[in-house]
């Protein structure tokens, strides 16, 4: 059973704080991915790395970073937290290719006062 | 450039209704295309997907057909249950073969006992 986890569910920070947001996939995929859902807005992408090291600008990566040094693993990281950066932060996995099925994490929901 | 629209929500239907709702898309090739359900509290799981015209994608009664001549992928059930409430995503894959998703805004369906 494919399986995407994500180190919290709910993260409450400070404006101005580091904040880290692991991914991880026992799947073996290449390609990772990291969105935020807003109401009204849907998904949108922050990064992807479709392989180690390998990383993308998505549609909205201000204020965020990546770091990929092991394949099973992807994180985000807010430098400096901001109150809008509020949101639900979602992690998918994806074999290859655009046909390949992205599979989800659970979400962390971060709140930042 | 590529996009999804969805039915704007949210849908309220009382059980064993049937369920339609819409979605239609903009792109220049050939897309895979893919409908994600959101159960309360959770990420996105992979409800069904087609990757050529005239696939028909089904899984626990859902159905939809990619229509390339109406650039159309609606979700139908023929009988809803309170289990199926959820928000509704209708995605896409670029079909220029690169690591792009494009998701719609989602759609919430409330089912009434």
């Known amino acids: 059973d494919v399986k995407v986890t994500q180190s919290s569910r709910y993260l409450v920070k400070r404006t101005g704080e580091k904040v880290f947001l692991e991914c991880v996939q026992d799947?073996?995929?290449?390609?990772m991915f990291w969105y935020r859902q807003d109401p009204g807005l849907g998904l949108r992408l922050i990064y992807f790395?479709?392989?180690?090291?390998?990383?993308e600008k998505g549609d909205i990566p201000e204020g965020y970073s990546v770091s990929r040094e092991k394949k099973e693993r992807f994180s985000l990281i807010l430098e400096s937290a901001s109150t809008n950066q509020t949101s639900m932060y979602l992690c998918?996995?994806?074999?290859?290719?655009?046909?390949?099925?992205?599979?989800f994490g659970p979400g962390t929901r971060l709140t930042v006062l | 450039g590529d996009s999804v629209t969805q039915m704007e929500g949210p849908v309220t239907l009382s059980e064993e209704a049937f369920l339609t709702i819409n979605c239609t898309y903009t792109a220049t090739g050939y897309p895979s295309l893919f409908w994600y359900v959101q159960y309360p509290g959770e990420g996105l799981q992979l409800l069904l997907k087609?990757?050529?015209?005239?696939d028909k994608g089904s899984n626990k009664g859902f159905e939809a057909t990619y229509r390339k001549e109406t650039t159309s992928f609606h979700l139908e059930k023929g009988s809803v249950q309170v289990s199926d409430s959820a928000v509704y995503f209708c995605a896409l894959s670029d079909p220029a073969g690169t690591y792009k998703y494009i998701f719609g805004t989602g759609t919430r369906l409330k089912v009434l006992a």
């Open positions: 799947m073996d995929h290449e390609n």
């Open positions: 998918a996995s994806r074999a290859r290719t655009g046909k390949d099925t992205q599979y």
């Open positions: 790395s479709y392989d180690v090291k390998m990383k």
């Open positions: 087609a990757t050529k015209a005239d």
